[in-house]
């Protein structure tokens, strides 16, 4: 990930860590889910760099976006549905909690959230009970021509 | 480079000294930059043909750019493009295809009027939009008419 990336991650992952959330977890930033699909239990946070994108935004100046994925797992145990409903309902707090901040560290605005459900691939749930949800962070940052 | 290029590779001054021995200041933020040239028609049919006959009239000519604005941010070209439009200050825009200071370097010159707004898109930057006129100007006591403008 890009060194602006990095710095909008980190900045991601202070603000998350720093706010009073329903559950506790502990947010660490990554290039990579740091545990493998198997070995998750208790419930984890991570902070990735998912992507970014440049524009022209005019003859003197490039807009930058960075998506941010906030990433949250936990295997679940024999009330699938139950449990899965509350992990679901933190999830939307996380994203909750950003419509109304913009995390400090950063000079890069806010300007979308996307909520995403990869429970639909086989591998998460029937193979590993786990359930994964994402809130994808979208910033923008306009930077002028070196 | 010769051939085909994209607006992003074209440059927009204006003239902050005189037409006679002008220093074009370049405008970096500018933003889909377009020039307009119309012309008006005068009707010279007859009987002696079926067909309608026009003859060439007046020409007029716009501009309009965008201006990507910066809020907190020292910018000495947006603040004399905004002194200019306030004052209805008759300025000279020069709409090249290559940097002034390269010789070469084509496009229309002419005095324009200068006025803008500003959009304030909700998820995207905030634009001054600029919509120029060609007016009237002399120098010298003399009328300074447009020109396609070639560097030297």
Known sequence: ?146 | MAGEILGRDCYLYYNSATHASPTWVLIANAVDVSLSGDKNYGDVSSRVSAFKKNKAGLLDMGLSFGYRYKQGVTDSVFDALRAKALASTPTEMFIADGPSGTAGSEGIRAFMDLSFGRDEPLEDGVLCQFECKHVVAYESGSMVEPDWHTTT
């Open chain 1, 1 to 146: 990930m890009s060194a602006m990336a990095r710095t909008i991650a980190a900045a991601v992952v202070a603000d998350l860590n720093a706010a009073t959330l329903s559950q506790s977890v502990v947010f660490e930033r990554e290039y990579v889910p740091r545990e493998a699909l198997e070995s998750v239990s208790d419930l984890a946070g991570g902070v990735i760099a998912a992507a970014e994108r440049a524009r022209l935004d005019s003859r003197a100046a490039w807009a930058h976006e960075y998506d941010i994925d906030i990433g949250v797992q936990k295997k679940f145990g024999s009330d699938a549905n139950t449990e899965s409903d509350a992990l679901a309902d933190f999830v939307e707090e996380i994203a909750d909690y950003f419509k109304t901040r913009n995390p400090s560290g950063t000079s890069a605005r806010l300007t979308a959230i996307d909520l995403l459900w990869p429970n639909g691939v086989d591998e998460h749930r029937t193979s590993y009970k786990l359930f994964t949800g994402v809130v994808r962070l979208t910033f923008r940052l306009v930077r002028t021509n070196s």
